[in-house]
């Protein structure tokens, strides 16, 4: 069982950045593949990155790709999204998300756990 609390929300201005954290509980987060994903209003739940368990591999939507990274620290049982260079159309509430398995891990079904998310809100 892994729970998972998301941190680092808020407003920021078109061009900003926002460092969004995610804590998770459990002895076991290095067992896990971490993703984030986002949700904007009247819009389905979309993939945003995702990273291995040891962090050594990473995929990104094409829409973030250059602008988001995704991170984590095992030690602290945290994985990060920083976001540079922000869009009006990232606005959307972000959640983490932790999977045992994963096809693609692009796909939100294939994950088990996730948080309540936080919102990103970014103004033009």
């Known amino acids: 069982q892994v729970q998972l609390v998301e941190s680092g929300g808020g407003l920021v201005q078109a061009g900003g950045s926002l460092r969004l954290s995610c804590a998770a509980s459990?002895?076991?987060?290095?067992?896990?593949?971490m993703g984030w994903f986002r949700q904007a209003p009247g819009k389905e739940r979309e993939f945003a990155a995702r990273?291995?368990?040891?962090?050594?591999?990473?995929s990104y939507a094409d829409s973030v790709k250059g602008r988001f990274t995704i991170s984590r620290d095992n030690a602290k049982k945290t994985v990060y999204l920083q976001m540079n260079s922000l869009k009006p159309e990232d606005t959307a509430v972000y959640y983490c998300?932790?999977?045992?398995?994963?096809?693609?891990?692009?796909?939100?079904?294939?994950?088990?756990?996730w948080g309540q998310g936080t919102q990103v809100t970014v103004s033009s």
């Open positions: 998300a932790a999977a045992r398995i994963i096809a693609s891990g692009r796909t939100s079904g294939e994950y088990d756990y």
């Open positions: 459990g002895r076991t987060f290095s067992g896990y593949i």
């Open positions: 990273i291995t368990r040891t962090g050594g591999s990473t």
